[in-house]
């Protein structure tokens, strides 16, 4: 497949490790780093080696968003104080959207920032982290409240690493590669709803990283058509964070986001003019691939409580993506509190 050409910086993906390498002595780093978890550091950062050696230092932190916090950012930043990082360093951000996330806002940051690379080791964060320069980490539980618009230097999409993921892994990248068929390209939906989606194609993830770039090619900073990306992602984010806080098993980011377009698509049939027969199509499709998620009547107000801290939010009125057909998007809809509880209202009756 085609190399992608991001805002001054390359998406790859056939020979992506060799690359990545070539990438690495071509920089004439003072030092390399690698930052990582330790699922990736177990399934994943050996192919690395085999390429790069051992001309690295290894940072590790606990897997899963809980770790995606300043105070762990901290940690990365004496660490790589302890281990003498400069200007000149590189960090390899080699992870799922946690790591891309929090390694792209530790380097953008650090003496003012160093060069960082994404490697991305899930679904999720092939096709929707690692690509667009958003960096950020949570503040109580509050989702990328904090970050920076940094692009990395490049971008190595390794195909192998898919086959590493549980399904539920694979489950949560598919919900964002569904988003972008939605927002912008019916027939991609139509062809990912009658897919084996067990793992992926590298031609569907490709095409979802090509649309995710284009959006974001023609609008960097979210002022205009990037904010087509957020559907799903007001409901959806304040349902992931009041799951993290109250589930012992909480959802993950594609099951959640799965709700929000649920209950935002609900919404566009309300208000943007999105056809019954739509809303039925997107309602059936996520809810044949996700399972349902108890959603009780008397936790409306604190879904409403986090959407009203969500950081797309703008003078002080809550700010969704709708559709107006599948494959069309209207934003910046305000929405009452009413209506967001109906649409979980929606939700919950399915």
């Avoid at 070539?22 to 690698?34: D, E, L, P, W």
Wanted: glycine share 8%.
């Amino acid at each position: 497949m085609d190399t992608i050409q991001s805002d001054n910086y390359p998406i790859y993906f056939d020979n992506s490790i060799a690359e990545l390498a070539g990438f690495v002595a071509r920089g004439k780093y003072t030092n390399v780093f690698i930052l990582t978890d330790e699922n990736t550091g177990q399934h994943c950062l050996p192919l690395l080696q085999e390429r790069l050696g051992d001309n690295f230092d290894l940072i590790e932190v606990n897997a899963g968003e809980e770790s995606k916090t300043i105070d762990f950012c901290i940690g990365i930043w004496k660490t790589l104080i302890d281990f003498g990082a400069d200007r000149g360093s590189l960090l390899i951000n080699l992870g799922g959207g946690v790591i891309t996330d929090m390694g792209g806002f530790v380097a953008s940051t650090y003496k003012r920032g160093i060069d960082f690379v994404h490697v991305p080791t899930t679904l999720l964060s092939q096709v929707d982290a690692s690509v667009g320069g958003k960096t950020g980490v949570d503040v109580d539980g509050i989702k990328n409240i904090v970050g920076t618009f940094t692009q990395p230097k490049a971008v190595f999409m390794v195909a192998d690493f898919l086959q590493t993921l549980p399904p539920r892994q694979v489950l949560s990248g598919l919900a964002e590669m569904l988003k972008h068929g939605l927002i912008c390209d019916a027939d991609y939906w139509n062809t990912l709803k009658v897919s084996d989606l067990t793992v992926p194609s590298a031609e569907l993830v490709h095409r979802s990283v090509q649309i995710k770039n284009q959006v974001v090619i023609e609008d960097p900073t979210e002022k205009g058509i990037r904010k087509s990306l957020n559907f799903g992602h007001t409901i959806g984010h304040a349902v992931e964070t009041y799951s993290l806080l109250n589930d012992a098993d909480h959802l993950s980011h594609g099951e959640a986001i799965a709700v929000g377009m649920i209950c935002e698509a609900w919404l566009a049939n309300q208000k943007t003019g999105l056809p019954d027969e739509d809303l039925a199509e997107i309602t059936a499709v996520l809810t044949t691939l996700y399972p349902p998620y108890k959603i009780a009547a008397d936790c409306h107000k604190d879904l409403y409580a986090l959407m009203q801290k969500d950081k797309k939010n703008y003078g002080g009125k809550i700010n969704c993506t709708l559709l107006t057909h599948i494959g069309q998007y209207s934003v910046d809809n305000n929405c009452t509190e009413d209506e967001l509880c109906d649409s979980l209202k929606y939700y919950a009756a399915l």
